[in-house]
């Protein structure tokens, strides 16, 4: 598979040519690699597809099973089945298309609504609250968040770690102070949605002194449940 803009991969006119052992390998512009459906741009449009095609499936046993059991109950199938499709590895295509993204968050409303029975009048982030459903944006810069934080403290594989940079200097500057790291700089719309560390910089400074990951991660929870 070759990777790149649709505007570079246009421009490519012989098809890759790779063999092992004599076998030629195939090329393609779509591949499944652990759960995740590559594309050959990294639009992720396909993957998003195939994930909401499945959380749809999975929400109409929970409604299925709607009759039956209480609210909670119902909430804890939920989330035991259906959300942890629509999360998985979303810090990998979280960096998608606002549209991409906004077809995830629309299913989500969705599920709010058949949990808890509601009209098309309440607004989502109501019944967000009432369930304690953090929306898909957020759940994806917490999942960044973690990542970051691991990369700073060397506990992320080294491909991920050595994307990190953090400001020195021989005096103290707000970067520094503030636990910030440089943000990698980016010529296109396309390269600004790589996984980067702006989430990072901007979330509280209180939040970058943590130096133990289940106290950050607890605190990122909390952070996210109590947004408005």
């Known amino acids: 598979m070759f990777i790149g803009s649709r505007q570079k991969l246009s421009t490519i006119n012989e098809p890759l040519n ?19 459906h590559m594309d050959d741009s990294l639009t992720w449009n396909t993957h998003i597809s195939h994930v909401i095609k499945k959380y749809n499936n999975k929400l109409e046993l929970v409604k299925r099973d709607k009759p039956y059991l209480t609210p909670k109950l119902l909430l ?11 999360e998985y590895c979303c810090s ?23 949990l ?6 309440i607004p989502s982030i109501t019944l967000f609250n009432e369930i304690n459903l953090i929306p898909i944006h957020d759940t994806i810069r917490h999942r960044i968040l973690l990542q970051t934080f691991k990369c700073i403290y060397d506990i992320s594989p080294p491909c991920l770690s050595t994307l ?36 990072w910089n901007s979330f509280p400074n209180e939040a970058k002194k943590i130096t133990s990951q289940p106290s950050f991660n607890t605190y990122c929870k909390g952070y996210f449940s109590q947004k408005p």
Not at 76 to 86: E, G, Q, R
Request: charged share 20%; proline share 3%.
């Open 92 to 114: 990998v295509w979280g960096n998608c298309s606002t549209d991409a993204l906004g077809r995830v968050t629309s299913a989500q409303k969705r599920a709010a609504r058949i």
């Open 164 to 199: 990190m940079e953090k400001p020195t200097h021989h005096h103290s500057t707000r970067a520094i102070a503030n636990n910030n790291v440089h943000i990698p700089k980016a010529r296109s719309n396309a390269g600004k949605r790589r996984f980067s560390f702006m989430a």
């Open 18 to 36: 790779v063999s092992i052992c004599g076998t030629n390998i195939s090329q393609t512009t779509c591949e499944k690699l652990l759960g995740v």
């Open 76 to 86: 804890l199938l939920y989330n035991s089945i259906a959300k942890p499709t629509l």
């Open 116 to 121: 808890l029975n509601a009209d098309y009048t």
